[in-house]
């Protein structure tokens, strides 16, 4: 790589990175390419020269952020942690990563842009869910998921939280101490307000 590409790979990184932080904090309708650039002290022209439209680099921004989060888990994942330390992993980086997107964005995104909504639905669907449904099944074999319990239940349950993550969050910061709201969040996921059978 010569130092005209790399310059440009850098240039268009910077971009990306400015979109996503403005789109931790604004509403994508209201972001404007002028925005973008201001923010990344690039002219607009270079926006266009690398992107050719707002569309696309929201689109890149979205799917940069999702290979990066993906990517996160996988590593995690792979290593020898129990279910527990699993899930209480995903969770708290989801919070993380939903402070930089709030997924009332990327919910609005997808809506507004059906190319978006299939990328995000094929990512879901070709990485998040087989590696969920396979953390489950070792989560099973090792006798951390009880046998009276379906795959597919404890995937609903999952679903339920992740439908209320926005509130869930706001709720943890409210709570004064996150840490403990998330932990107790996660025994709840695990044993109910009984606690283990």
Sequence with gaps: MNGFEKRSRQIKEKIVKTTIDL????????????????AAK???????NHFESKENLLREAIKQFLEVMIADFETY????????????Y???????????????VLQELMLSDPEMAGYVERIYLEKSLPMT?????????NGEISE???IENVLALMQLYMNQYETMLRMAGESGDVERF?????????????GKE
């Design 23 to 38: 789109l931790g904090t604004t509403d994508p309708n209201r972001i404007r390419i002028a925005d973008i650039a201001n």
């Design 77 to 88: 994942l792979n290593e020898s942690h129990s279910l527990k330390e699993k899930i209480e």
């Design 148 to 150: 009276r319990v379906s």
């Design 42 to 48: 690039v002219s607009q022209v270079t926006i266009y």
């Design 182 to 194: 998330v932990e107790e969040m996660v025994h709840l996921f695990f044993y109910g307000i009984c």
């Design 133 to 141: 449904v396979r953390i489950l099944e070792e989560g099973k074999q």
């Design 90 to 104: 995903i969770l708290f980086r989801e919070k993380q990563y939903f402070k930089l997107i709030p997924p009332r």
